[in-house]
C-alpha cells in the first residue's frame, strides 16, 4: 500500500500519513520547487546575476562604473565642464543598462549567442575582464 493509499485509509482514523509517507512527499515537495527554478532560467542566468553582483560591489566614485568611447569633443584640449561628465556618465550609464537589459530578453528567449554578446558589451562596459 502506498502512502496515498494509506492517506486516504487513515484520513479520519488516526494519523494522516506515516513517517516514511511524510519523508516522501517532503522530497517530492523539495523536487518541485527546485525544479520550478530550473524550468524559468535561461542558457546564461548565471552569468548575469554573476555580473550584476560584481557591478553591485564596485565602490562608487568616478574611477568605477559603465565608461563610454572618447569623444572627438574630449580631444579639443580643454577641460570638460561638470555637465559634460555628467552628461557622458548619463550615457554610460544608460549604455550599460540596456547592455544589461538585452542580455536579460535574450536569456529569457533562450538566445545563447545573442546573451552572450550583450553580456560581452556589458563586462566591457564596465571594465570587467571577460
Known amino acids: 500500500m502506498d502512502c496515498f493509499d494509506q492517506r486516504i485509509g487513515k484520513i479520519f482514523s488516526g494519523p494522516f500519513l506515516s513517517r516514511q509517507c511524510i519523508g516522501r512527499v517532503v522530497l517530492i515537495g523539495v523536487g518541485l520547487v527546485a525544479g520550478t527554478g530550473l524550468a524559468h532560467s535561461g542558457p546564461c542566468t548565471a552569468q ?5 553582483q560584481q557591478i553591485s560591489a564596485m565602490p562608487p566614485g568616478p574611477q568605477t562604473g559603465p565608461t563610454a568611447p572618447q569623444t572627438l569633443g574630449a580631444q579639443l584640449h580643454f577641460q570638460p565642464t561638470p555637465e559634460d561628465v555628467a552628461h557622458a556618465q548619463r550615457v554610460a550609464n ?13 536569456d529569457a528567449a533562450g538566445d545563447a549567442a545573442g546573451c ?3 553580456l560581452a558589451q556589458a563586462k566591457d562596459l564596465y571594465a570587467i575582464n571577460q
Open 48 to 52: 548575469i546575476a554573476q555580473l550584476e
Open 94 to 106: 544608460k549604455d550599460g543598462d540596456a547592455a544589461i537589459a538585452r542580455a536579460k530578453a535574450a
Open 116 to 118: 552572450k554578446a550583450a
